[in-house]
């Protein structure tokens, strides 16, 4: 039994299991990741298919980059749901809007390009002086507006149906605070199986929805739809090159969230495994493999990519850390992005189960910012804080719900979150007083992370 023990860690070895046992923690590494990343589609109006394809597709190139060494699965990011709602709002009817969404993975395509850019950075710097500019007094106050200016999409699709809704919002409470190994790692699954199997017992329309989308539904096609990715739009010779300064302004500030968020992830996932993947691979290779993996699936029509917690709770729960399993899970995920049936299934979702869930995710990225803020013991009694954190706030959260609903700049509309992200840092630069150093509290350099769990 000795034998099969990693000897640095005391842990079983995945390689010493034989296929059969791989493939198993490959399917649950895969349910651990699957609510939270097809959610993302599902709020947005992108392709599950696609975002399915490209989950795996940016882990096994995020594998490749960091030289196959960190267990680390990339779904959907929420944090940048705020600006596809600003770029891309849904249409009447919970419709996508195909003729926007393209405009909205432009700017979050780029967005992935600043984590290259912030990647050189690390490795020219260090990531103590780089993150001097990035502190939780601008990150926090900017992941809190993002979740608030969401909030009124979450009500709007619980009206729908609220008892559907309130029955998302239970499971996932219930299984977060209450449950027990998988149960507790993967509470926005069940949130949504849990609803959605009670709207097609109790509602005969949601239920005739799902049975005509089914059925009309192939069993295999390409998920990849070139008419809605970022080289359909330019194929078109119909480019909006305003729309397209405006997606990236509005987007682009929003990777300074996300960025702090990969580097708690990869702190996290170092700390389960008992291995330093900050200092190898290095931050620089990790943060590269991220950004490039959201640039992929963004420029083909999927959601941004960014490092799972969940899927640290399977390690944690698993105790296997062999990254080969990982990249099993990414090769499922994309098997499953070949099935229109099942996308089917999951695009027929009511509008209360998305509510519903949508509810607890929208508040809890905003409670993780407070979290950012009190766990890096953010000093309000400094008036400079108080002054960075009140712009953001207020020029994020009133410009979005103002009149115009974005800040105008000649041809450029600036989403309320683009102010408010370009005011604080640049007041914090400005301003003396800066104090927070990356590195010397592991609990807050680890406080972001937008996942449920």
Known sequence: MGKNKIPETGIYDARQLGRGRMLLLGFQHMFAMFGATILVPILTGLDVSNTLLFAGLGTLLFHLITGGKVPAFLGSSFAFLGGYATIAPMLDGNQPNLAMLPYACFGVACAGLVYVILAGLFKAFGAKKVMRFFPPIVTG???????????????????GNW???????????????????MIKIIPILLGVIGSYLLAVIFDADVRANLVANVSAAKWFALPIKMEQTVFGLFASGNVDTHMLLTAVITIVPLSLATMVEHIGDVSAISSTCNRNYIENPG???????????????????APANTTYGENTGVLALSRIYDPRVIRIAAVLA?????????????SSMPGGTIGGVSLVLYGMISAVGVRNVVENKVDFTKSRNVLV???????????????????????ISLSGL???????????????????VYGEDKQGDESVNFIVQ
């Open 141 to 159: 106050p900017i992941i809190i507006a993002i979740g608030l200016n969401l909030s009124s999409s979450a009500i709007n699709n619980c009206t």
């Open 334 to 346: 994309m098997l499953f992005s070949f099935s229109p049936k099942f996308a089917a299934v999951i």
């Open 283 to 301: 931050l620089h290779r990790t943060l590269m493999g991220d950004g490039l993996a959201t640039t992929l699936a963004a420029l083909f029509g």
């Open 389 to 411: 954190a009140a712009l953001i706030l207020v020029l994020s959260i009133g410009i979005s719900y103002s009149s115009a609903g974005s800040l105008r700049l000649g041809a």
């Open 163 to 181: 008892w559907i809704a309130i029955a998302a919002i239970l499971i996932v409470v219930a299984a977060n605070i209450w449950g027990k190994g």
């Open 418 to 436: 683009a102010v408010g992200s370009i005011v604080g840092i640049v007041l914090n630069a400005i301003m003396p007083g800066k104090d927070y």
